[in-house]
């Protein structure tokens, strides 16, 4: 094992929206750790691993295991991986965080981040290609917001949460709901097999291209639903159950670097498998063939990088289909945090001498087509070889005529978050 | 170096966080809500349009399936989308809650009335009354599904089955086909559901009933229900007389009894309701028609379960009925409840029962016996019937009429029957004796196609008619009744049974409250019965003068009494009402009076058209002069007059009394004038006399047979009581062959003379 860089964290989430509602706290306070593994370091064993307590607010704890692997050099050219690793299936999922390739964790969806999938790496590197094949009997998906159900109701005990519909009108009246999840034999979600590969021709300085195939579980789990009135309590009992759907990707990269400009696209085409996965009469989610496109470009001027992309998403509708189905209303299953939308971003690295230094970093995305915004900001500063003060803020703004939303993020465009922290080296 | 990149965030965070307000202040969130569409349920609404539809008969197949399928979908979506405490069943506290929360906001379903449904639910699926489980709800679909097929089957028949107006006249075809596809549906429904096992009541459904209307009209009235709720006790006294105050029935098999019981009295009222001329009688088949409702009526009651279980129906059940049926205003006859009581209760015991008791107060049943008299007495008429009509259709008039009914082979008649036991053989064998016997008279016992009794010597060739015939088998049936009920013989033996002057007067007297509200008796002339008795003695056809009513004249003096009192009365009744006769003061029947000046006028005026069955004295009035004319009409009105002669009014009681004696003296005419020219010689009026003389020896006591007739001869050809001398004076004139003839004036006269002696009663022995 390389030497880990471990990491002791304090920091403070505020929810500073004027309507923030999610939870009855808006500050909360969290103790954490991180522990990573530097990549660059010829080691078998490689890690990114981060995890938090929240004081006073259990459903806000975490751990994500980014990163966490077992290398071992075939040869010269050859590598073999044995464990949770990132990859850059496709440029597209990577900058735009989109889990359509590698899951995501979501504990702030505002501010997801990538996963590595869990299985066998199988890793060529030529002068002239890559090759990379992948299979896995494991399946880890998305990472979400915790939740907690107390009596049939979600606890409003994280922000993140996005509690499904309290109520259910029944011919014209609204009725309380208790849900109940069927949570799945824990082997049933994870026994999942997946393969894929991945060909790169070129280079990352000049000409890239890169050619990737997956079939695999989805990130995302499809949830049904069903439910019945309970004449004894007046409810609406509703049972959701999650289940694994299959998708197969097939992606593609073309990218040129030129000096300190680099311009390229991405693509990719989803294929879901609408296979039949709940009871007969519940309601669930179908979905159809999705082709995800992006472009972007980056120059990079001295400690800065300016970037610039577009992603727009054409098919890929999640449609429920049954009793409870209503096109007024959002799928409870999710598969793309948003459908079309630019982002503009700067990254600056400021090294003050040995240990001290700032690196701060500044994102606008902004959707026309599902009238949402959102800005994000992180800052870091490096204080010494041990101490980092550290921030962030998410700040999204929904377009208030818009009626339904339809896009994830900008269901949180009551949660804008700011963040201030402090780290130490350990 | 420090202060210049704290001064640059500073800055860069003021004019970030500065542009980021319209971020911060967001938007507040709106609920998400999950939804049942009701689309699926909005076909309900369609439902009470269909059921409209349907029931005035305009359903369409299409709307009809569709309208049931909606509601399986209702139900299959109730039972698969609610749960109760219990995953099977549902307790009433929970539908009641649901009803009330999502349907009935306002009014829901009262405990009452949940528990009454329940009751339904479980006659019908069986189960529980205390819960409904999800098997039942799935067997309700079931049934629905069997309903729609029936209900479907039945559409094209719901106007016929529902009494709408515009199928009046349809063929009795029809209507048994389409009481035979109800008939079939219920069965079947019974069959597929649990009623056949289950305890429901018609106390039950009654409750039911009252609590559904509670519920649906809340504080405001509801006319259904108001309309409705006035056949609920016609409804349970039907039901105590066919199934008795507890029906118990307990097989399926009962249940299908019942059911065939209800179709019966169902198919009663429909024939009724449909009858072509509302019971004109205008045709054969207007007669068919009674006569099958007749059957039918009876059957009913025969086949009912009570009838078949006890052999007896109550007397206070039938009152129930009555009582029910009077106050409701269905039965909308002229009389108050109690005398229907007891005039039924006489019919019964007087006509139909074997052992005619004196005193009804012991009778409290209808028994099986009497429904089988009159089951006979049905089907001597209708064999009477039978066989007038075949007797009419060759016949031009009466008197080929008679001839052809002594053709008709019965003997034949009876073998080309099945069906007919020995002893009903031997019935109409005497039947058609009887009715030959009648018609045997002479001059014959003739009607109008007016039903007006024709009255004259030689008028057998008088055009026949159906209606003619069928009024002289209605008289002939009237006169059966009476006398079986007050002769001294039974059904088999009237030929030579007579009824005496106090059977009439019991006859009177039994009916007499009958009589008097339908206006036909007169309380200012006490018990009718004796002066009855002398009439029909007098006056009919083969009136004898003797102290017996024998069955001939019974049906002769019934005819008369119908034709003139009823008849020939109500439409000179009508005429001068129309010739604005009618004074404001009214009489004891409280008809109107009549001006009797206007009368007089009216009466002579239109005397031809009044007694146009009486042809030779219409010839007989019109040819007399004027002041003839007013004599003799005012002979007749001081003959018939009842009312105080003040010399204005007229009333009714007047009026029918002179049609009486009008058509008494034609009778006279028509018996005695032998020789035709409309005037009685002496041979005649001794020969008149017998009839007579009995009654003028009661008068006049103590006076021999040849002064009798010596004075009957005066009373006839002068027209008033004779003194001894008269009678010396008559005697002279018989020795000495003086010619003598008597008018129809002489008759009314003698009548004039004995108008108060007609109204004693004739001692017994003399």
Known sequence: MGQVVSELRLFSDSFVSTNFAATEKSDYQFFGAHLKTDPSEKAHMQMDISGAVAFGAPLLNFINISEFYYLQDLTSEQKLIIGRHKYDWSRLDRDWNFGLWEPLFKWNPLAAQRQGLSGIFWNVHRPQFQLTLFASPLYIPDQGPSYEISEGKFVRGNPWFRSPPEEIRIFGENTRINYNILTPNEADIVLQSSYGGRLLLGSSDSFLATLSYMYKPANQLALGYDGQLSLNSSSGEVEVQPAVFYHSLLGGDISYRWQHFEMGVSSSLEKPQNEKLFEEGWTVPTFTEATLTSVFASFEWRNTVFAVQWLDVQGGQVQEVGEFASSERRALTTRYPFRSAGQVSIKNQLRFSKGRGLTTQVSALNSPGEGFSLVRGQAQAELSRLWSFYGELQFVKQEKDIETVTSELAQFANNDRFMLGVSYVF | ?766
């Not at chain 2, 967001?26 to 439902?47: A, H, P, R, W």
């Not at chain 2, 349009?49 to 709307?63: A, K, P």
């Not at chain 2, 009222?269 to 009674?290: H, V």
């Not at chain 2, 007694?611 to 019109?622: A, E, G, I, K, W």
């Open chain 2, 1 to 766: 170096m420090y202060s210049r990149i704290a001064l640059f965030l500073t800055v860069s965070l003021s004019l970030f966080l500065g542009g980021c307000s319209d971020f911060l202040e967001g938007k507040k969130e709106e609920k998400e809500v999950l939804e049942i569409s009701d689309e699926k349920f909005s076909c309900l609404n369609n439902l009470p349009e269909d059921i409209r539809l349907f029931s005035e008969g305009r359903g369409q197949t299409n709307r009809i399936e569709s309208s049931v399928q909606c509601l399986q979908n209702a139900l299959t979506y109730f039972q698969r989308r609610t749960v109760g405490a219990e995953n099977d069943f549902y307790t009433i506290p929970e539908l009641r809650l649901f009803f009330g929360k999502y349907f009935l906001k306002e009014n829901n379903v009262s405990p009452e009335l949940a528990q009454e449904l329940m009751k339904l639910k479980s006659a019908l699926l069986g189960g529980s009354p205390n819960f409904l489980t999800k098997a039942e709800i799935s067997r309700l679909v079931y049934l629905l599904g069997v309903f729609k097929e029936e209900v479907i089957k039945i559409n094209p028949h719901v106007g016929v089955l529902t009494f709408h107006e515009q199928h009046k006249g349809i063929s009795s075809e029809k209507i048994a086909a389409a009481q035979g596809v109800l008939e079939a549906a219920l069965i079947r429904f019974l069959k597929e559901t649990e009623m056949s096992k289950s305890n429901y009541s018609f106390q039950d459904s009654k409750k039911l009933f009252s609590t559904l209307a509670d519920f649906i009209s809340g504080n405001k009235p509801f006319n259904l229900y108001l309309r409705a709720s006035h056949y609920v006790p016609i409804i349970e006294s039907v039901k105590q007389i066919l199934f008795g105050v507890k029906a118990d029935l307990r097989s399926q098999e009962d249940w299908n009894i019942s059911v065939r019981t209800v179709m019966k009295l169902h198919q009663v009222a429909l024939r009724f309701y449909y009858s072509p001329n509302g019971f004109n009688f205008k045709s054969s088949e207007d007669m068919q028609d009674l006569f099958k409702i007749g059957d039918l009526v009876i059957d009913l009651l025969l086949s009912s379960p009570l009838m078949v279980n006890k052999g007896e129906i109550a007397f206070s059940d039938i009152d129930s009925l009555i009582k029910a049926l009077k106050s409701d205003g269905v039965v909308n006859l002229p009389l108050t409840t109690d005398t229907i009581l007891e005039s039924y209760r006489v019919l019964l015991a007087k006509f139909l029962d074997p052992d005619r008791p004196e005193d009804i107060s012991h009778l409290y049943v209808l028994k099986r016996t009497h429904l089988l008299t009159l089951q006979r007495e049905l089907d001597v008429m209708r064999a009477r019937q039978e066989f007038f009509e075949q007797s009419l259709r060759n016949s031009k008039n009466f008197l080929e009429f008679g001839e052809n009914f002594k053709k008709i082979n019965l003997e034949r008649w009876l073998r080309l029957r099945d069906g007919i036991s020995v002893s009903q053989k031997i019935l109409l064998r005497k039947t058609w004796e009887d009715t030959l016997m009648l018609l045997s008279s002479s001059p014959r016992v003739m009607f109008t196609h007016t039903n007006r009794f024709i009255v004259g010597q030689s008028l057998d060739k008088t055009e026949v008619s159906w209606r003619g015939v069928t009024q002289i088998n209605l008289m002939m049936t009237l006169a059966r009744f009476l006398m079986i009920g007050y002769s001294n013989g039974n059904s088999l033996n009237l030929h030579h049974s007579y009824i005496t002057e106090l059977g009439l007067t019991s006859w009177y007297s039994d009916f007499n409250s009958l009589g008097r509200e339908l206006k036909a008796f007169d309380e200012r002339s006490g018990n009718a019965g004796p002066r009855s008795f002398k009439e029909a003695n007098f006056f009919t056809f083969r009136g004898s003068g003797d102290q017996q009513m024998s069955y001939a004249e019974s049906f002769e003096f019934i005819s008369l009494l119908f034709s003139g009192g009823l008849g020939s009365t109500a439409g000179i009744q009508k005429t001068l009402s129309l010739e604005q006769c009618e004074v404001n003061e009214r009489d004891i029947f409280d008809y109107r009076m009549f001006n009797e000046k206007c009368f007089n006028e009216s009466f002579v005026r239109n005397f031809a058209s009044y007694f146009n069955n009486l042809p030779l004295m219409v010839r007989y009035f019109t040819a007399l002069s004027t002041e003839d004319k007013n004599s003799f009409l005012s002979e007749l009105v001081l003959a018939a007059r009842i009312s105080p002669a003040d010399g204005n009014k007229i009333e009714i009681a007047d009026i029918r009394t002179m049609v009486m004696l009008l058509h008494y003296i034609e009778s006279v005419f028509a018996v005695y004038d032998r020789d035709g020219d409309q005037v009685l010689n002496r041979q005649e009026v001794t020969q008149a006399g017998q009839r007579f003389i009995g009654f003028l020896r009661e008068v006049v006591p103590g006076v021999s047979e040849g002064n009798l007739y010596d004075g009957f001869y005066y009373m006839v050809f002068e027209g008033e009581m004779p003194s001894t001398w008269d009678v010396i004076s008559s005697k002279v004139q018989r020795w000495f062959k003086v010619h003598k003839t008597a008018d129809r004036r002489n008759i009314l006269k003698v009548i004039l003379a004995l108008k108060s002696k007609l109204n004693s009663p004739i001692e017994s022995g003399k």
